[in-house]
């Protein structure tokens, strides 16, 4: 039997095993056990938890939990307070600022998190209420946060592009850089389009000239019960600063350490951490034992699923190795006479579908062992295909049936309908298509960081 007909069989074994409802760590892990008895032998069998213990045996995998453990700190703060009242405070005057603010607030917290439903939740459950109170279109509201939480799977430090780089062998803190600029890229295109979203509903003359009326007052009144005050002047601009400014440098920091080759991703995560924490006890006085407590247990829970993912993704890229499906898909694809970009569209359309149905921290870990020889075949630089790769799954997050933004934005805003919360993301779906395309033509925009740097 050829491996690409074994491929499809496995394949095919995934998706009904999560179409059922099995988790995708157990889908995944039943999925290779059932590959090994169908098409390997009883002797492999029992070295199927060697493979597992395997996998996890790397000290690169540790920054995962202690980058979760730096989000969770600051998910249990009120830095999401600070960062939206900061974002308002310098770009509420604009039309649909409060809207815009909300997606600098989530690229501003996404750097500190990772993590994309964290992000969609710290934000949106201050942002939401307060853009429905003055009269911002339920789809607006709610598309500015489904969006704006994409971009903790892309702004370093991201879990996604550790792993990413786990599988491809492949520089963390090149992809770390790589992603800056089509981080800042979405931010301005997500705020664009709310603009261009925000002039439609005034043209129409329907709620968005009163949502107008309260949004772009200079005095800063959209974000009265956030902020707790009614005029924003310069100083008050940059008195709140004092409290964002130290985040930027705990990020700024940890960047600079994995660049500058001071610390592994794994020590400069342990000592993000470290320091996350002494910010949050220092800012906000809101470290106790209680709030220690459920740090702890997110953290845990959220590390177990993502590793359990990690394990047994890699035992069942380890076990299609062995079959010779990733050789021969390389091979078969090196045979047809197409263009690479016919490839790579091919591929971008797999990573859509597989992010309607399963997240991207396991799209990566089961696709990149058999795509990795392809795309180094096809002579794709590795570093700007992941970040296009993270691009692509955050179109995921946010489209059904299983886009997680959107569950994370019905649970904090449960009155709005749920068909203004998908009307709000789809046209941010077509705003990241456009940032793929733009990465397409520019390739300069994600590699020119990394090789800066990184230069010799």
């Not at 996998?55 to 730096?70: K, T």
């Not at 960062?83 to 750097?111: D, Y």
């Not at 702890?296 to 990690?310: D, N, P």
Request: overall charge neutral; aromatic content about 10%; proline content about 5%.
């Amino acid at each position: 039997m050829s491996g690409l007909l074994i491929g499809a069989i496995i394949g095919l074994l995934l998706l009904v095993l999560l179409t059922i409802g099995i988790p995708v760590a157990f889908s995944l892990g039943l999925t290779a056990m059932i590959s090994i008895l169908l098409f390997l032998t009883m002797g492999q069998f029992e070295y199927f938890a060697n493979f597992v213990f395997a996998s996890l045996n790397s000290f690169a995998l540790l920054a995962i939990p202690l980058f979760i453990l730096m989000g969770a700190i600051f998910g249990q703060s009120q830095a999401s307070r600070d960062l939206l009242e900061a974002a308002h405070m310098w770009i509420g005057r604009l039309r649909g600022g409060l809207a815009m603010s909300s997606v600098v607030a989530c690229s501003l917290f996404a750097a500190l998190t990772g993590s994309s439903p964290a992000t969609s939740a710290a934000i949106g459950k201050i942002a939401i209420p307060e853009m429905t109170k003055r009269g911002y279109p339920n789809t607006v509201a709610t598309g500015a946060i489904v969006a704006g939480g994409t971009l903790g799977i892309l702004i370093p430090p991201s879990v996604t592009l550790i792993l990413y780089g786990i599988a491809t062998e492949q520089s963390i803190g090149r992809l770390f850089l790589g992603g800056v600029v089509p981080g800042l890229m979405m931010t301005v295109l997500f705020c664009l389009w709310i603009f261009v979203a925000i002039s439609a509903h005034r043209m129409r003359g329907d709620s968005g000239q009163q949502e107008e009326g309260s949004a772009t007052r200079g005095s800063g009144e959209a974000l009265q019960a956030v902020a707790g005050v009614g005029v924003y002047g310069w100083k008050d601009r940059f008195a709140i600063l004092i409290k964002v400014i130290p985040f930027i440098l705990l990020i700024a920091g940890i960047l600079t350490a994995l660049y500058a080759g001071i610390a592994t991703p794994s020590e400069a995560a342990a000592v993000g951490a470290l320091f996350s924490l002494i910010l949050v006890g220092v800012l906000y006085r809101s470290v106790t034992p209680k709030s220690l407590m459920h740090v702890a247990l997110e953290t845990t829970r959220t590390s177990t699923m993502i590793l359990l993912i990690v394990a047994f993704s890699a035992v069942l890229g380890q076990v299609m190795s062995f079959l010779g499906v990733p050789q021969d898909l390389a091979q078969w694809v090196a045979g047809l006479e197409v263009n690479r970009w016919v490839v790579f569209l091919a591929m971008n359309v797999l990573f859509l579908i597989l992010g309607f149905f399963i997240p991207p921290v396991a799209i990566i870990l089961v696709t990149i062992p058999v795509l990795f020889p392809i795309v180094t075949q096809l002579g794709f630089d590795l570093i700007w295909f992941g970040v296009v790769m993270t691009l692509n799954m955050e179109m995921g997050l946010i489209t059904p049936p299983v886009g997680l933004n959107l569950y994370v934005v019905q649970g904090i805003a449960p009155d709005i309908p749920v068909r203004d919360i998908l009307m709000g993301s789809l046209p941010y779906v077509g705003v990241l298509a456009l940032g793929i395309i733009l990465l397409i033509l520019f390739p300069d925009l994600v590699l020119w960081l990394p090789d800066r740097m990184f230069a010799e």
